[in-house]
């Protein structure tokens, strides 16, 4: 086959890079730890470190990706592979979000498959 197999293209985001059709499940299997961005202070004050969040893909009025508690949006989800989480979201891949700690406004939670 033609192409790069070690460029400096798109091709970090598929999973194996070697064309043998081992992406899709394995692009998505992300696990990380991140920071809750633009908590909201009405929904992080009742949240407990051990809490499970759902994340979500939100597309109105702009796309992004969103931690809810009991279906209240409690912050965004920053991440460095947030393109590739927002393509599994879009594939209908799931994640949760487990509150890790809590100081003050900064809310550590790791991102990982449902």
Partial sequence: ??????????GWRTAGGDGSGASGADKCAITERTVLASPVPAVVANLKVGDILTVELETTPRTR???KRLGQTAGALTSARLVDIIECLRNSFSY???VLSIKGGRIEIEIRPK
Avoid at 1 to 10: K, R, T
Wanted: charged share 25%; aromatic share 0%.
């Fill in 1 to 10: 086959m033609s192409g790069p197999s070690n460029s400096d293209s798109d």
């Fill in 96 to 98: 949760e979000a487990e």
């Fill in 65 to 67: 990706v969103v931690v």
